[in-house]
């Protein structure tokens, strides 16, 4: 099974920017879409962004025009740039794989924290 591992968290100041970045055990041409998705404490998980295998993105509102979602499939990574953050966007941000088969579950990375200071 596909694993992937997430990276580029950190401390930044509010208005700074990050690139996270999420790259799988195998290629990444036929996982489509790939997702971002963020996890705050005591809040559910929600989706941020994703992006097809042609590079068409669909963005959650609150981060639409500051957040920008990329991938490279021949180096089987994704990623996700972050500019003009805001404290309200620290959390655990996840990668996510869509589920190889019907029966599967879809991928998750481990997380990387992303923590936004005033």
């Known amino acids: 099974q596909v694993q992937l591992v997430e990276s580029g968290g950190g401390l930044v100041q509010a208005g700074g920017s990050l690139r996270l970045s999420c790259t799988a055990s195998r290629n990444i041409l036929r996982m489509n879409p790939m997702g971002w998705y963020r996890q705050a404490l005591g809040k559910q998980r929600e989706l941020v962004a994703e992006?097809?295998?042609?590079?068409?993105?669909n963005y959650a509102d609150f981060v639409m025009g500051r957040f920008i979602a990329s991938r490279d499939n021949a180096k089987n990574t994704v990623y996700l740039q972050m500019n003009s953050l805001r404290p309200e966007d620290t959390a655990v941000y996840y990668c996510?794989?869509?589920?190889?088969?019907?029966?599967?579950?879809?991928?998750w990375g481990q997380g990387t924290q992303v923590t936004v200071s005033s």
């Open positions: 992006i097809s295998s042609g590079g068409t993105t």
């Open positions: 996510r794989a869509p589920r190889p088969c019907v029966e599967c579950n879809d991928i």
